[in-house]
């Protein structure tokens, strides 16, 4: 099909009742969950896969990418009210969103954080939308052997990056490998590591395990902290002043290097693997506090630190899903819960993508597009309700959450079996994070498991089983060197 | 030591030697296996004083999985409608809430929600 027409037809499948629908439910479930705190997109992505098989391939991805950046606004709005992160990478809006608050300028607060999140955002999917098919098209020139060490790569940026023990780290992908391996050898049909129970045949069920280990787990270890008291009332109209709740264009405006900036930092930081929006969001508030002339007020309620924030973290959303598209490595987990659901639906990513499935991905860029239009829309309007939704008991929220991880993961396998592996995996989770074993690599590993062992197996089939026929393959030489040398660097760096 | 264990005895005994040339079925899980062990050696030299246990946290997350565990059977014996109420119940008053219209919200209005989200709405069967 031309390319053309197919552009043309993806962005048509957006505008369906059924695609805005989920783009609008995503974003509004994952404002509304991001705004309580403790919790985020990752929990609304992951207990939403099984759901989302009830509908067709871009309708249900379409709901996970409204999730995605609904939470990027969601988070903000109790880091503003109440001084209290909705998630991680909020925290550093609550270094000028919460004094602002505090200074009768609640109002202006939330405002710029819905502005200067979708800016970052919309940015950030403007780059995914140019770069990732040139990426593919690289990635098309190469082989068996070179997409094996792109692997190994990043699984070493991952591990080296996530968490503070590169021991932890490199044990957690290995064991996100070996679980991968249960099921039938994809060489040769063996069945293997099934300990006889057959429904294993097929591999572990990928969406209970990532409910348990990512939901789950965070769930069980929130319920030993939360709290039964009401977080203490912001008053949203403390200042009679008008100019103390509007935010002006020319406000705006004045920050618009730094949002700019924010962007670039977390589009670059978001396309890497592994580093996440809290790093972006630190990297951009000290690096717009560096830049400013005056920056005596940064961090008693100055709205550029603000603006850098935001944008910085809601750039990475977009970016994330580059390696993902071009490569089909994700990540981040929340590129990790995509890839999910993208095989629960039968859609390998991966270069291949824009050719065999070019219609769905040109979808997916318009389903981001319209998700930032909505996003905005529900975030300006809507943080009224969000505000009131943060003051809701977490452990009502929380226990809710559990009962729809049960019912999920039950109904995405059929029965009980899932729900085994839900509990199975729940106890994986709990003592990982207990212990800080980081889990990202290990989502990682375990989904791209599979394709790691065919990868493998193909590259050895090429080089004769011989390591020195690898003087044949110089990209994939130069990239298990980097893998060495960047695992070598993060280890050295930790002691 | 669990890395050895996997290596030596469980992926042997639970892979079969298959027809491949270079990888083996065995071959990718005992890769894993060796990887988490490189890991866990590695880790024993970074280990400090800072990777000790809370026994607080510990205990009182243990009592959540034990009541998972203990609802998973009971939904495998009398099905999710009748023991989530029960789960969402517990979770809450574990979780130390004792308002009654909150745990009113989490134990019926929950379940019920699901319910209708599932069976009614998708068409989907609850266990």
């Given at each position: 099909m031309p390319l053309f027409a197919e552009l043309l037809q993806g962005l048509a499948d957006v505008f369906t009742l059924a695609v805005l629908l989920a783009i609008l439910a995503g974003v509004a479930i994952s404002q509304f969950v991001g705004a309580l705190p403790g919790i985020g997109p990752v929990m609304v992505m992951a207990v939403a896969i099984p759901y989302t098989?009830?509908?067709d391939p871009i309708v249900g991805i379409s709901f996970l990418l409204g999730a995605m950046k609904g939470g990027t606004i969601g988070g903000a709005i109790p880091a503003i009210l109440?001084?209290?992160?909705?998630?991680?990478?909020t925290a550093m809006t609550t270094l000028d969103g919460y004094p602002m608050a505090q200074n009768g300028k609640a109002k202006k607060a939330l405002r710029m954080a819905v502005f200067s999140s979708v800016t970052g955002d919309t940015f950030s999917d403007i780059v995914l939308i140019t770069v990732s098919a040139p990426l593919a098209l690289i990635a098309l020139r190469m082989g068996p052997v070179e997409i094996f060490s792109l692997m190994v790569l990043a699984f070493a940026v991952i591990a080296g990056l996530s968490g503070k023990s590169i021991g932890k780290a490199i044990s957690a992908a290995g064991l996100g490998l070996l679980l991968a391996t249960?099921?039938?050898?994809?060489?040769?049909g063996t069945p293997r590591l099934y300990f006889g129970v057959f429904e294993l045949f097929d591999g572990i069920p990928k969406v209970p395990l990532a409910i348990g280990v990512l939901v789950m787990a965070e769930v069980l270890h929130r319920l030993t902290q939360v709290g039964t008291a009401d977080p203490p009332a912001v008053d949203?109209?403390?200042?009679?002043?008008p100019a103390d709740h509007q935010l002006t264009f020319a406000e705006y405006w004045a920050c618009r290097y730094i949002m700019f900036r924010g962007a670039i930092i977390g589009t670059l930081i978001g396309a890497l693997p592994g580093i996440g929006s809290t790093a972006a969001a630190t990297l951009s508030y000290t690096t717009a506090r560096e830049a400013a002339k005056d920056h005596s007020g940064f961090g008693k309620g100055d709205i550029r630190g603000l603006a850098a924030v935001e944008s910085a973290n809601s750039a990475v959303a977009g970016s994330n899903l580059i390696p993902l598209l071009s490569l089909g490595i994700p990540g981040s987990v929340t590129a990790a819960l995509v890839l999910s659901a993208m095989l629960v639906h039968g859609i390998q990513p991966g270069p291949l993508i824009f050719e065999q499935q070019g219609r769905l991905v040109y979808g997916i860029f318009g389903a981001m597009l319209v998700a930032n239009v909505i996003n905005f829309a529900i975030g300006l309007f809507g943080w009224r309700l969000w505000a009131r939704v943060a003051a809701a008991p977490q452990t009502v929220i929380f226990a809710s959450a559990i009962l729809l991880c049960i019912a999920g993961s039950s109904v995405v396998t059929g029965g009980i079996f899932g729900l085994v592996v839900l509990i199975g995996a729940t106890v994986l989770g709990v003592v990982m994070k207990l212990l800080d074993f980081p889990v990202i690599i290990f989502i990682i590993t375990f989904f791209l498991g599979r394709q790691f062992e065919r990868s493998y197996g193909q590259m050895l089939t090429l080089t004769e089983g011989n390591p020195a026929n690898l003087i044949e393959f110089p990209v994939a030489i130069a990239l298990l060197t980097l893998a060495f040398a960047f695992l070598s660097l993060f280890a050295i760096r930790r002691r | 030591m669990l890395a050895i264990i996997a290596v030596t005895v469980v992926i042997p005994a639970n892979t079969e030697e298959g027809f491949g040339v270079f990888v083996l079925p065995k071959t990718m899980p005992t890769a894993a296996a060796i990887v988490i062990g490189l890991g866990a050696l590695i880790a024993l030299f970074e280990?400090?004083?800072?990777?000790?246990?809370h026994v607080g946290t510990t205990m009182r997350v243990s009592l959540f999985v034990l009541l998972l565990v203990a609802s998973s059977l009971a939904i495998g014996q009398i099905g999710f409608k009748l023991a989530a109420p029960f789960l969402g119940l517990s979770v809450m008053m574990l979780a130390g809430e004792r308002r009654w219209l909150w745990l009113s919200v989490g134990s019926l209005g929950m379940p019920l929600a699901i319910w209708l989200l599932f069976e009614?709405?998708?068409g989907r069967p609850l266990p």
């Open positions: 098989l009830a509908f109440f001084n209290t992160p909705g998630t991680p990478d249960v099921g039938l050898d994809p060489e040769d949203l109209n403390a200042s009679n002043d | 280990a400090s004083g800072e990777d000790a246990l009614v709405l998708l």
